[in-house]
């Protein structure tokens, strides 16, 4: 039994590094996929009865991470957690915390609306039924023209729009 267990381990520690990439996509935080590896360790030793030898280790040590991280999310989440406690707040923690100021959000507002209105009507129309919510086909019966003609219409407005509100997208790029 003492062999099977010593073995089980060294499996279990030969994963640690995938592990811990695992873990980073969900933490995107090198101490917390740290924390988040080791709870995964300990529940895969925990529960070491239940993995069928010949069986995926790697998949079955994955989906306890997996796991682990989402049922930490949600009880997180019900206490009304905003950010872990700690000496100093990171800039990370603030930019999850933070909202964006109203002035500039109409001033935003404002440059789109500009930008859709300087849209000529061959090219709104399709659009913002589409935003709206209406399929291709739906926009072409309603304007009696060919699906490909509202498909290029919309890539069209899109196009403009994207010029249009060029300023935005490297704001866009560093804010996301």
């Given at each position: ?6 073995l ?57 991470l ?33 909202s ?9 507002m ?67």
């Amino acid at each position: 039994m003492k062999q099977a267990t010593t073995l089980f381990t060294q499996q279990l520690n030969s994963f640690s590094g995938s592990l811990h990439a695992f873990a980073l996509t969900f933490t995107r935080d090198d101490e917390d996929a740290r924390d988040l590896v080791q709870d995964t360790m300990v529940k895969a030793i925990r529960y070491s009865g239940l993995y069928e030898e010949g069986t995926n280790m790697k998949g079955w040590l994955f989906t306890i991470l997996r796991n682990t991280f989402i049922n930490s999310y949600r009880k997180n989440s019900r206490s009304g957690e905003i950010f872990t406690v700690c000496e100093e707040i990171s800039s990370a923690q603030l930019k999850k915390s933070a909202s964006l100021n109203e002035g500039e959000n109409k001033c935003v507002m404002d440059d789109i609306q500009y930008a859709l209105k300087k849209l000529q009507p061959e090219y709104y129309i399709p659009f913002i039924r589409y935003f709206e919510g209406f399929k291709y086909h739906e926009i072409a019966e309603e304007l009696n023209i060919p699906l490909g003609t509202v498909k290029t219409r919309i890539h069209v407005a899109r196009s403009i729009l994207k010029k249009s509100l060029k300023m935005y997208q490297d704001n866009y790029r560093k804010a996301g």
